[in-house]
């Protein structure tokens, strides 16, 4: 565990049932899905979903609620539920609200190197930071687990389901922090996981000692190389992440990565601005995607990351004790 390893589990392959990620349908309806998780019903935002989602269940959606929250969508059978989970709300992102505190501190702890050490200006969100480029590797690993952090809430609502429904399939969906979550709990429990436009979460899988098996190939991500955030180039002292006090350094991602070049096919520059899930459903998935409908695809083919390196000029360790 010194080491960020995992358990060495003997591993055995089952078949579930999971979504269709090779159809344009299928991606569009799930990121509608995880746009609705920021809104409630009677928001224009709101998108109405395929007959085949007649119920949906809010959760953390209380008057005194300031942290993890979206919506349990369920078909009318129960065979299948979808666990949507919230990502960020910012001004510098999609529009604030009372959850933008909590989000910050989970974005910060989740996505930086060190408890987001930019240099000598920031106020860091643990105490690991131990001078230079040396941060407490034990240090970080108990930041991230904390009863008030959005993992281990998530880890209690997937049991909950679980129990009330015991014979369903059930996916997590999520967009930006929301689907680094989604992608967390998908590994921890071995369930299907489509996340749009998420910052890279293998860093956190790590250091949380997650299952590691020899395959995370149900955890899909959907995004597109003009967000800067899901590429991991939102960094950088004069980033606009940074501006806006988050510290997004990682960039590697579990699973496969479906992603559409819209700098190269549709000449988008890179913003902040094109993170937004709306942007992703209204421009990019809603439409044919010719460079995939040219070699015969709905979609862009999913393919796991390769050779990819974050956090290098960190020394992580023992330097608490």
């Known amino acids: 565990m010194r080491h960020a390893q995992s358990a060495d589990f003997p591993w055995h392959e089952d078949e579930i049932i999971g979504p269709n990620i090779e159809s344009q349908e299928t991606i569009l309806e799930l990121a509608k899905m995880t746009n609705n998780a920021y809104v409630t019903p009677d928001d224009p935002v709101w998108y109405e979903l395929s007959e085949r989602w007649t119920n ?3 959760f953390g959606w209380e008057p005194d609620s300031d942290g993890f ?3 349990v969508f369920a078909t009318a059978d129960n065979s299948t539920i979808i666990l949507s989970i919230k990502g960020t709300s910012a001004a510098v992102f999609s529009g604030g609200g009372p959850t933008a505190k909590k989000d910050k501190l989970n974005d910060n702890l989740l996505f930086s190197c060190c408890c987001a050490r930019i240099d000598w ?8 930071y131990q001078g230079g480029w040396k941060c407490d590797q034990d240090c970080l ?3 991230l687990l904390d009863e008030g952090l959005f993992y281990p809430i998530g880890t209690n609502l997937y049991n909950n389901l679980t129990y009330m429904y015991p014979t369903s399939n059930i996916w997590i969906i999520g967009h930006s922090l929301g689907g680094a979550l989604a992608s967390l709990l998908g ?3 071995g369930v299907p996981v489509v996340a749009f436009e998420s910052p890279g979460e293998k860093l956190a899988a790590k250091r949380l000692h997650l299952p590691s098996p020899p395959s995370t190939h149900h955890v899909t991500h959907v995004y597109h190389t003009a967000d800067p955030i899901a590429m991991g180039t939102c960094n950088g002292i004069l980033s606009s992440c940074a501006l806006g006090g988050y510290a997004m350094e990682t960039m590697c991602h579990l699973g496969k990565s479906i992603i559409y070049d819209t700098v190269s096919n549709l000449s988008w520059s890179v913003d902040i601005r094109k993170h937004g899930i709306l942007t992703v459903i ?3 998935l809603s439409q044919p995607w010719p460079a995939s409908l040219e070699v015969g695809r709905e979609v ?3 393919e796991a990351q390769v050779d990819c390196v974050e956090c290098y000029s960190w020394e992580f360790g023992d330097f608490l004790s």
Do not use: M
């Open 300 to 302: 862009p083919l999913a």
């Open 141 to 143: 690993e108990r930041s």
């Open 121 to 128: 200006t920031w106020t860091t969100v643990c105490g690991c």
């Open 282 to 284: 209204d421009n990019v």
């Open 56 to 58: 949906h269940y809010p």
């Open 187 to 189: 590994i921890t429990f």
């Open 69 to 71: 929250r979206g919506y």
